[in-house]
């Protein structure tokens, strides 16, 4: 057993360093296996990896979709050579840079009360609603949670889904409200089926973030691909 478990490691470290060198190799050919957590990865992703294929067609990308705590863990354990997440990432073996903002809204059904508030709507009104959220480990579930209870509310969690899709159907069904990426709701929101509720006291701001190793020198395809994130993260906030 001590031997098979040595091995083990042995041959996952070796299976990853032949994947990095040959990622490492030729920016021109190969894969580039990416990370994205799962509001990224629904949203934005694609144009980013629409640009990166236009440049370099013969690079095939195998993203990983995840959690930002699951993507975190990955990119440290050598399983992504490069990640984009929305959540907070605390390791100082990982280099973190901002590359585009996003901002959660407060979303609700179609007719529900806070929609037809003749006031500006504050936390406290929030103290009595049932919230649908995403799951544990989720960027956007702890931002959320910790921009009300900073605000003095406690939220409510009675439903977890891991997608924003979910999250915002949930919504409209009638299960609850919800703080998520208005990337997630703004077609439902424009054609009216859930109402966007602006509560100006609550700072939902947040970066997508870069995170690769700290000490790894990038390959020249990862490079490549958080040059054109950061570029057209940079464009989409002008």
């Known amino acids: ?90 390791d100082p073996a990982l280099d973190v840079v901002p590359y585009q903002r996003d901002v959660l809204t407060v979303v609700v059904p179609r007719g529900h009360r806070l929609a037809r508030l003749r006031r500006r709507v504050v936390p406290d009104d929030l103290r009595a609603e049932r919230f649908v959220g995403r799951e544990a480990g989720s960027g956007t579930r702890a931002l959320f949670e910790h921009v009300l209870r900073r605000a003095g509310v406690a939220p409510d969690v009675v439903m977890a889904l891991p997608t924003g899709e979910g999250v915002a159907q949930a919504v409209e069904a009638g299960v609850g409200i919800a703080v998520i990426s208005s990337l997630v709701t703004r077609a439902a929101v424009a054609e009216g089926r859930l109402r966007r509720i602006d509560v100006p006291e609550l700072d939902f701001r947040r970066s997508f973030k870069l995170v690769r190793m700290k000490n790894l020198t990038p390959s020249p395809a990862a490079r490549a691909f958080a040059k054109i994130a950061s570029e057209l993260g940079s464009a989409s906030d002008g």
Do not use: K, Q
Request: aromatic share 6%; net charge negative.
């Open 1 to 90: 057993r001590f031997f098979a478990e040595h091995a083990e490691r042995v041959l996952d470290t070796a299976a990853a360093l032949e994947r990095d060198m040959r990622e490492f190799a030729d920016v021109e050919r190969g894969e580039l296996r990416l990370g994205a957590t799962v509001t990224i990865g629904s949203y934005g992703l694609a144009p980013i990896a629409a640009r990166f294929h236009a440049l370099f067609p013969r690079i095939t990308l195998d993203v990983r979709v995840e959690n930002t705590d699951r993507i975190a863990r990955d990119v440290l354990h050598g399983a992504l050579s490069l990640a984009l997440v929305e959540g907070e990432v605390d």
